[in-house]
């Protein structure tokens, strides 16, 4: 009896534990739509992150790739979740964190990322060997690429944005042209690196490093590493195209790059960073590591790496560590016991290091921080000792054998008194002038802020009191001349007549518009309630709120051609003085306004408003050569009522350029005479091959 009740209970645990598997691989086959994770809480001052690094990102899904867009607003990250049946890529705000998008990819797994150098592709390289290519602006998948077969083990695109190089674990690498989305070229290698002039594509696998010339199209051995024990990992290019680094298990290699007599790169082995110089500061010393991801600064000066460390008694960990590329010297050391670096990358103007780990955390750090010298500093340069004043506005990095300066000059702080300098999270305008100090408090000015200047926040670094800021390569000001302002891109009415553009928000007007004129803002400023306006005839000042009433326009940004002579008008109330157009003119069509039948356009330097009747919206076409059928004559627009520019005999040759309704916008190739012509009088048949 009791072996009937244990078989009978054994029976019952076994069908729950199958309900729950079942349960649970149906939570996993849900929308991918529903997010299971929660972003970051990344801490912020003055428009900067702080050394808040490790943040617990989310232990259901793993980060495999960073990146940062190349104007540094965004960074995308490429993960694998059990809680997904496809990867993601996913773009965030660096500074304070917020999602701007989720991309969902054809595999389940985004193994490597790589960005465009205009910003607006995503190439994601995923685990089952497919490649998605994503439109950053439109958030949509464009393409999706099928030659590989395995796991892509790395992804480039060329900084010319002409080429994408891709390889897998399998040891294929193709080089594809994207203008067709077709491999133009297959080699062997699993990891590659373009040159930063785009002229030279370096290809790694196990034993050999290669460099393929992309202009000559021949590809050369440069080295081998025959004599090197294990695999390698990672391979990058210097942004000044002098240096390749590549690692092998922990230790780093450089390999200066030079040309010969015939213009054939050459490679010299310059400094090796062997993995035992920062392990050996850890805390808990490894047994070994193995170098995972790695990336040069954009000055060339410094290289992060992440990586993977084994620990004698203690679960694998994840560190980061920046060396100095001139010395080899290990300068600053992040080190958690959480999991594998599998991404690290430096922002394109340096100041900070993103990173991604397999236990699911994002970190952000800050690199160089800003300081000013309260006393005369002593750097120490190998054996120069050299001096900088006081008053000095540096960069360094906090390491943990000291403060070592890398602006102007590069050296460890041995003597003298640091003060920090935060990042403005505003532009500013100085509204009164203001004496330039060479430091706080300084009873010497060197020169003067003129009232009016308008300073860009990347210019401006605060004092911790706040008290004064430093303006870029300038000086510093008192902060109680400046005021905040907000950069804005608004349509404005002037709502009253008489509406005044003034220098200052705080001084008497200097020019007056009449109502109705569509006046563009620039910037706000709070504390006046000010708008910094510009007119279509192009003057600019400044303009109370209160004389505004904002414009709703929908943007069109398309060529358009003027069906009869009219004029470009200023005020929506006022349209008859303005700049002349004559018919058949090519303009620029901005945007639309949304409640009066105008357009608002552009032609050349000249800006202002036209009659929406009086253009026809041109659709552009490719190039093509066409003939006349019969006598006709050019006309200045597309329709037959329009003036005639020329008289065209039967057979003329023609080439398109665009099309409105039954009209051609063609050029005349004998005579170089552009002009339109009705589709019906032309063909695409050559005249000798008419019947």
């Known amino acids: 009896m009791k072996k009937v009740v244990s078989l009978i209970v054994k029976h019952l645990l076994y069908i729950c534990l199958n309900l729950i598997f079942i349960i649970f691989s149906l939570n996993s086959l849900a929308s991918p739509q529903k997010e299971k994770f929660k972003l970051p809480k990344i801490r912020t001052i003055s428009n900067k992150i702080t050394l808040d690094v490790w943040e617990k990102w989310n232990s259901k899904i793993w980060i495999l790739s960073v990146t940062f867009s190349p104007n540094g607003n965004w960074i995308a990250y490429g993960s694998y979740s059990r809680f997904n049946t496809r990867g993601t890529v996913t773009i965030i705000d660096p500074l304070t964190g917020n999602r701007k998008a989720v991309l969902y990819t054809t595999g389940r797994q985004v193994e490597k990322l790589a960005v465009s150098p205009d910003g607006n592709l995503i190439a994601a390289g995923n685990a089952g060997g497919t490649i998605d290519i994503f439109d950053v602006k439109s958030k949509e998948k464009i393409k999706t690429l099928r030659e590989h077969k395995r796991t892509i083990s790395s992804i480039a695109f060329s900084p010319n944005g002409k080429l994408l190089a891709s ?8 080089l594809w042209d994207l203008n067709t989305w077709e491999p133009i070229k297959t080699f062997s290698g699993k990891l590659v690196a373009f040159s930063p002039d785009s002229k030279y594509l370096a290809i790694l696998n196990r034993k050999e490093l290669f460099i393929y010339d992309i202009s000559k199209g021949n590809t050369s051995k440069i080295l081998s590493l025959k004599n090197l024990y294990g695999p390698v990992d990672t391979i990058c290019f210097s942004p000044d195209g002098t240096l390749i680094a590549f690692s092998n298990f922990d230790n780093i290699y450089i390999l200066k790059v030079s040309k010969d007599n015939k213009m054939q790169i050459k490679l010299k082995m310059k400094k090796v960073i062997k993995g035992t110089q920062y392990r050996k500061r850890m805390e808990h010393y490894p047994k070994y590591g193995k170098i995972l991801s790695m990336s040069f600064s954009p000055d060339s000066k410094l290289i992060a ?7 004698k008694n203690r679960p694998q960990a994840g560190v980061v560590a920046i060396f100095d590329v001139k010395t080899g010297t290990c300068i600053k050391l992040l080190e958690k016991y959480r999991n594998d670096v599998r991404s690290v990358t430096f922002s394109p103007d340096g100041s900070m290091i993103a990173f991604g780990c397999h236990s699911g ?7 160089e921080e800003p300081f000013f010298s309260l006393t005369t500093l002593d750097i120490l340069d190998k054996d120069k000792l050299l001096s900088i004043p006081k008053g000095t506005v540096i960069k360094a990095v906090k390491g943990n054998g000291g403060i070592y300066i890398v602006y102007p000059i590069y050296g460890k702080l041995k003597e003298g008194r640091l003060n920090p300098l935060y990042y403005s999270a505003d532009p500013i305008l100085v509204f009164k002038e203001s004496p330039l100090l060479p430091y706080p408090g300084s009873q010497y000015p060197v020169g003067t802020i003129k009232k009016g200047e308008i300073v860009d926040k990347k210019q401006i670094l605060i004092t911790r009191d706040k008290k004064y800021l430093y303006l870029d390569r300038k000086g510093f000001i008192s902060a109680n001349s400046t005021v905040k302002i907000k950069p804005c891109k608004i349509s404005f009415l002037a709502k009253i007549e008489g509406t005044v553009l003034k220098t200052l928000p705080n001084e008497n007007a200097s020019y007056t518009v009449p109502t109705g004129t569509v006046l563009f803002a620039k910037y706000f400023c709070p504390y006046f309630n000010y708008y910094l306006v510009t007119s279509p005839s192009g003057k600019s000042g400044w303009v109370s709120a209160q004389y ?8 069109i940004n398309k060529d358009a051609v003027a069906l009869e002579s009219t004029n470009l008008f200023f005020s929506v ?10 018919q058949g003119e090519i303009i620029k069509v901005v945007f639309k306004l949304k409640n009066y039948p105008l357009y608002y356009v552009k032609k050349g330097k000249n800006k202002g408003l036209i009659n929406k009747d009086s253009i026809a919206f041109i659709k552009r076409i490719n190039p093509q050569k066409l003939w006349t059928i019969t006598d006709t004559t050019l006309l200045k627009a597309p329709q037959k009522s329009a003036d005639v520019i020329r008289n065209l005999p039967k057979f003329t040759e023609l080439k398109v350029l665009g099309r409105v309704n039954d009209f051609y916008y063609v050029e005349v190739i004998s005579i170089k005479l552009k002009g339109w012509i009705p589709t019906e009088l032309t063909t695409l048949v050559k005249p000798d091959k008419l019947s």
Do not use: C, M, R
């Not at 955390?361 to 690199?367: C, F, I, M, S, Y």
């Not at 505004?548 to 943007?555: M, Q, S």
């Open 167 to 174: 390889a897998d674990y399998d040891g294929v690498v193709k």
């Open 305 to 311: 790496i992440g990586t993977i460390n084994f620990f």
């Open 361 to 367: 955390e994002l970190g952000v750090l800050k690199v």
């Open 548 to 555: 505004l009433e904002k414009l709703p326009v929908k943007d």
């Open 573 to 582: 109330s006022s349209k008859n003085h303005g700049i002349p157009i004559n």
